[in-house]
């Protein structure tokens, strides 16, 4: 008797650690096959766009993210001489972010 105890308290033990394992959201930051190294990249929660967590590519373009509840929730990715681009988050399944070059030239400032 107490063996089968032990037994379910272990199994549902387990499956309550399981369930509550955060997922990773992890990719790559490019712009024309190249890795685009130090873009921001923002974790929003897709219901009101608040900011889950910030991270930064490095220099082969990769970020990620981990210790994150399941939910819904969208990259923003910007970086300087880029467009800001948006995209789904998917669980679990690495993303590839192509940024497309700004159109908008930065100025230069006389002191």
Same mark, same amino acid.
């Given at each position: ?6 037994? $379910? ?16 959201? +992890? ?35 990769? $970020? ?5 509840? +399941? ?5 923003? /990715?910007?970086? /300087? ?31």
């Amino acid at each position: 008797m107490k063996t089968a105890a032990l037994t $379910f308290l272990i199994s549902v033990f387990g499956l309550c650690a399981f369930s509550q394992d955060p997922s990773p959201y +992890k990719g790559r930051v490019t712009s024309a096959n190249s890795p685009v190294p130090g873009a921001t990249i923002a974790l929003l929660k897709v219901a009101d766009s608040s900011l889950v967590k910030l991270s930064l590519s490095g220099n082969d373009g990769h $970020f990620e993210f981990t210790a994150i509840p +399941k939910g819904s929730y969208l990259y923003l /990715v910007t970086s /300087v001489g880029f467009d800001s681009l948006y995209a789904k988050a998917v669980e679990n399944e690495p993303a590839e972010l192509q940024l497309k070059q700004s159109s908008h030239a930065l100025t230069s400032v006389t002191v």
